[in-house]
C-alpha cells in the first residue's frame, strides 16, 4: 500500500502561483508514473499533468505553458508548479501513483482562484 500526501493547495488571486507537492510512502517511488488530478464541483475528474518514471511528461492542453510537473526522487515527491492560474483552475487537486499493477490515490488539496 503506497500512502500520498497532498499539500501546497490554498486561495490564489487570478494570474498567481501555487506549487503542490505529493508525497509518497515506500522505497519503489522511482519506478512509478506519478500524476495530478484535479476535479472541479459537478465535474469528472481530469487528467492536469503525468510524469513517467522514464521522465517523459504529459499535459492537458488547458494547462500547457503555464503549469510544470517534476519529481526528485530522492524525497519521493512530485511537485506541480502552477504559474499564471485562472479562475477555472479551481478544483480539487489530487495525486496519483502508478505501478504496471496498481495504482494509488491522495486525499487531495484545494486549490481555490479569485479575487
Known amino acids: 500500500q503506497v500512502q500520498l500526501v497532498e499539500s501546497g493547495g490554498g486561495l490564489v488571486q487570478p494570474g498567481g502561483s501555487l506549487r503542490l507537492s505529493c508525497t509518497a510512502s515506500?522505497?519503489?517511488?522511482?519506478?512509478?508514473?506519478m500524476g495530478w488530478y484535479r476535479q472541479a464541483p459537478g465535474k469528472q475528474r481530469e487528467l492536469v499533468a503525468e510524469?513517467?518514471?522514464?521522465?517523459?511528461?504529459n499535459y492537458a492542453d488547458s494547462v500547457k505553458g503555464r503549469f510544470a510537473i517534476s519529481r526528485d526522487n530522492a524525497k519521493n515527491t512530485v511537485f506541480l508548479q502552477m504559474n499564471s492560474l485562472k479562475p477555472e483552475d479551481t478544483a480539487n487537486y489530487y495525486c496519483?501513483?502508478?505501478?504496471?499493477?496498481?495504482?494509488?490515490w491522495g486525499q487531495g488539496t484545494q486549490v481555490t482562484v479569485s479575487s
Open positions: 510524469i513517467t518514471s522514464d521522465g517523459n511528461i
Open positions: 496519483k501513483a502508478r505501478s504496471t499493477i496498481a495504482l494509488w
Open positions: 515506500g522505497s519503489a517511488f522511482s519506478r512509478y508514473a
